[in-house]
């Protein structure tokens, strides 16, 4: 039977029918009763009432049962802050749970509570998984904090995540520095504290480069924007960093295509205009670009926007 049912028109009388079943002891029946709370509230039905029965399912081991647990809490949290802070304790024992999967999901769902009143509880729950044995755990802790410092951006500071996320740039899975890229970037856009910590230094550029090729799509696309905002120390390290970005040129994906081109526009600045090597970085340009022009309109739009650039700068190109 399709999900549809737990959508039907609610019955007179049925939140106290879901409030006994999920203070029953029928593991189906209770994660029935929260799939039709999770679906009476998509379609902006009040079941906040529910918020105390509906916490106190998440001590389990059902991971789709927590799922659906935490998918509520983040939705009802600024409501009922006074409330959400009952799932405090929740979020710091699923944070050392054996599974790595719950123990993200913990993290995930304390970045998304946007209440100010609990998130003094979730620094050190944080800073555990941060430090996490998985890399799934330690990737979601990253983007977490940048949501964390949306909130509160001074105990952010004050807590040492931001150096925390320095050092992440280090970290040996590739996603995990791609997410710390992510997370320092966002977060230098309006603190200068992180924009300095974010300044890259010839080790970190190779540690970046290095994560590049095993990245996702997108992860390239936050590596490549960092380095694209790096100075190289002299002409030979420049034509050392256009060579490991040159491949990304033949990318599918437009957005690592144009990435790449910005950071070998950067790079091109240190190299002699008179080098050899110029001409054909040149050559290497512009395919890509006109490859792009064959793309959707939005596509077509940006590399047009992008060619224009370039040749204002680099009419050789």
């Known amino acids: 039977m399709s ?17 006994a079943d999920l203070q029953g002891d029928n593991k189906i029946k209770k994660k029935e009763a929260v799939k039709k709370i999770n679906a009476n509230m998509t379609v902006g039905k009040d079941v906040s009432s529910l918020f105390p029965d509906v916490v106190n399912c998440t001590q389990t081991d059902n991971l789709e049962l927590k799922k659906l647990v935490y998918l509520y809490i983040m939705n009802y949290a600024k409501s009922q802050p006074d409330l959400a802070i009952l799932a405090v304790n929740t979020f710091s024992k699923d944070c050392e749970d054996s599974n790595p999967l719950i123990r993200a999901l913990a993290v995930r769902t304390m970045g998304c509570i946007r209440v100010d009143k609990i998130t003094e509880y979730l620094c050190e729950p944080l800073r555990k998984c941060l430090k996490d044995e998985d890399p799934y755990v330690r990737k979601t802790a990253a983007v977490c904090v940048a949501k964390l410092y949306d909130i509160n951006s001074s105990m952010v500071e004050d807590q040492g995540f931001l150096e925390l996320l320095k050092e992440m740039l280090s970290d040996s899975n590739p996603m995990v520095v791609a997410n710390a890229v992510a997370a320092l970037t966002e977060i230098s856009e309006t603190s200068q504290s992180a924009a300095a910590l974010s300044d890259l230094d010839t080790p970190s550029v190779n540690k970046l480069l290095t994560a590049l090729n095993e990245c996702t799509e997108w992860g390239q696309v936050f590596i490549l924007d960092s380095v694209g905002n790096y100075s190289p120390k002299d002409d030979k390290e420049a034509q050392a960093i256009c060579e490991r970005v040159t491949p990304r040129l033949s990318h599918a994906n437009a957005a690592v295509v144009l990435s790449a081109v910005k950071v070998l526009m950067r790079m091109a600045e240190f190299i002699p205009s008179d080098a050899g090597y110029m001409d054909s970085l040149n050559r290497k340009l512009a395919p890509p670009l006109v490859t792009l022009l064959s793309s959707q309109p939005e596509i077509q739009y940006v590399a047009l926007r992008n060619i224009n650039l370039i040749v204002q700068k680099r009419n050789k190109v």
């Not at 999900?3 to 409030?19: I, S, W």
């Open 3 to 19: 999900d549809a049912k737990y959508f039907a028109t609610t019955k007179k009388g049925e939140l106290a029918e879901l409030k």
